[in-house]
Each structure stands twice: as structure tokens, then as C-alpha cells.
């Protein structure tokens, strides 16, 4: 199993930014993807963004510009840097691992609220 601990999420003010860290730790292969997601109340759950082993990354549109995923391999660690953080941004955000979408396992989430 693989298990994901995240940390970083609070709460913020718009134009604020965050960063959020996920540590993997247990069977770690590769190559694996690991990502964010994240889900608001009452919304389902959506990319927020992926990178592979390789480093090859995705972000989901509302996010582009603004978010950046990294990954430090040598600590099985994948980073969000959140910049120019807005209101509509406030959801729970969820660490995944993935191996060619036959292993995944997800983190227990982390809330990020944007507010004044």
C-alpha cells in the first residue's frame, strides 16, 4: 500500500498563497502519477493537477497560470504552490497516487479556505 500524508492547507486571503506538500510513503513504484485534487461541498471532486514520474504535468483550467505541481522523487513528495489564490479556490484538497490507473490511493485531504 501506498500511504499519502498531506499538510499546508489553511486559511488564506484572495491574492494569498499556499503550498501544499504530500509525502508518500509504504510500496512506492514507479512510474506512478501523483496529483491534487480537490472538492468543494456539494461539487464533485476535480483536477486540480498531475505529474507523472517523468515530470510531465496537467493542470485543470481553472488553475492554469496560477498553480504549480512539482515533485521531489528522492522524497516520494509532490508540492501545490498556490499563487493568486481566490475565493472560488476554497475546497478540501485531496493528494492522489496512481499506477497506470490500476493502484490509487488518496490522502486524507486538506482544507483550503480563500476568504477576507
Known amino acids: 500500500q501506498v500511504q499519502l500524508v498531506e499538510s499546508g492547507g489553511g486559511l488564506v486571503q484572495p491574492g494569498g498563497s499556499l503550498r501544499l506538500s504530500c509525502a508518500a510513503s509504504g510500496s512506492i513504484v514507479s512510474p506512478n502519477t501523483m496529483g491534487w485534487y480537490r472538492q468543494a461541498p456539494g461539487e464533485q471532486r476535480e483536477l486540480v493537477a498531475t505529474?507523472?514520474?517523468?515530470?510531465?504535468?496537467k493542470y485543470g483550467d481553472s488553475v492554469k497560470g496560477r498553480f504549480t505541481i512539482s515533485r521531489d522523487n528522492a522524497k516520494n513528495t509532490v508540492y501545490l504552490q498556490m499563487n493568486s489564490l481566490k475565493p472560488e479556490d476554497t475546497a478540501v484538497y485531496y493528494c492522489k497516487w496512481t499506477r497506470d490507473s490500476i493502484l490509487s490511493y488518496w490522502g486524507q485531504g486538506t482544507q483550503v479556505t480563500v476568504s477576507s
Open positions: 505529474s507523472t514520474s517523468f515530470g510531465s504535468t
